[in-house]
């Protein structure tokens, strides 16, 4: 690769750089390994945050709208779910791919789409729905026993 001099080219400033040497066409791997990872990043974000959620939200305030939260708590589990698949296929279906280019056939593709697209899907929903809880929380406002109703954010009309 670097072994002889018509293999190196001289730059503006004098200092000697490799020539670019033609690179072979990737036809056979139609999906890099930087895709795979960042992916692979996507999802292990959406799992962070869909468990860390799936553990406080029912500690909250939100709890006491029950069925919100409730169908909230019932898509991240979908969300973790979906995306665990989605990491887990993904590798063997890419590790297989690297010694035979004929396993990665339509529906491993579908699947894969199915499990990622519908992971993202139920995270963005959830998020909606627990967006929608708070927003409701704050504008209309449940007092607590003994607490006198307060308006967002503390806010306090002169009387």
Same mark, same amino acid.
């Given at each position: $690769? *670097?072994?002889?001099?018509?293999?190196?080219?001289?730059?503006?400033?004098?200092?000697?750089?490799?020539?670019? =040497?033609?690179?072979?066409?990737?036809?056979?791997?139609?999906?890099?390994? =930087?895709?795979?990872?960042?992916?692979?990043?996507?999802?292990?974000?959406?799992?962070?945050?869909? !468990?860390?959620?799936?553990?406080?939200?029912? =500690?909250?305030?939100?709890?006491?709208? !029950?069925?919100?939260?409730?169908?909230?708590? @019932?898509?991240?589990?979908?969300?973790?779910?979906?995306?665990?698949?989605? $990491?887990?296929?993904?590798? +063997?279906?890419?590790?297989?791919?690297?010694?035979?280019? &004929?396993? /990665?056939?339509?529906?491993?593709?579908?699947?894969?789409?199915?499990?990622? *697209?519908?992971?993202?899907?139920?995270?963005?929903?959830? +998020? @909606?729905?627990?967006?929608?809880?708070?927003?409701?929380?704050? @504008? /209309?406002? @449940?007092?607590? =026993?003994?607490?006198?109703?307060?308006?967002?954010?503390?806010? &306090?009309?002169? &009387?």
């Amino acid at each position: $690769m *670097f072994g002889g001099v018509s293999e190196w080219m001289p730059s503006k400033c004098g200092t000697v750089f490799p020539r670019p =040497s033609p690179r072979p066409t990737l036809l056979a791997n139609p999906c890099p390994l =930087s895709i795979v990872t960042s992916y692979m990043n996507v999802a292990e974000v959406m799992v962070t945050l869909a !468990s860390a959620s799936l553990v406080f939200v029912p =500690s909250s305030r939100l709890s006491l709208y !029950s069925h919100a939260c409730a169908f909230a708590l @019932i898509l991240l589990g979908l969300c973790v779910l979906y995306s665990v698949g989605f $990491m887990a296929l993904m590798t +063997y279906f890419y590790e297989r791919f690297l010694y035979d280019d &004929q396993t /990665y056939t339509p529906w491993k593709y579908g699947l894969l789409h199915g499990l990622g *697209f519908g992971a993202l899907f139920c995270f963005a929903l959830a +998020y @909606i729905v627990l967006a929608a809880g708070v927003a409701n929380a704050v @504008i /209309y406002a @449940i007092p607590f =026993s003994g607490h006198p109703a307060a308006f967002p954010f503390n806010l &306090q009309l002169p &009387q």
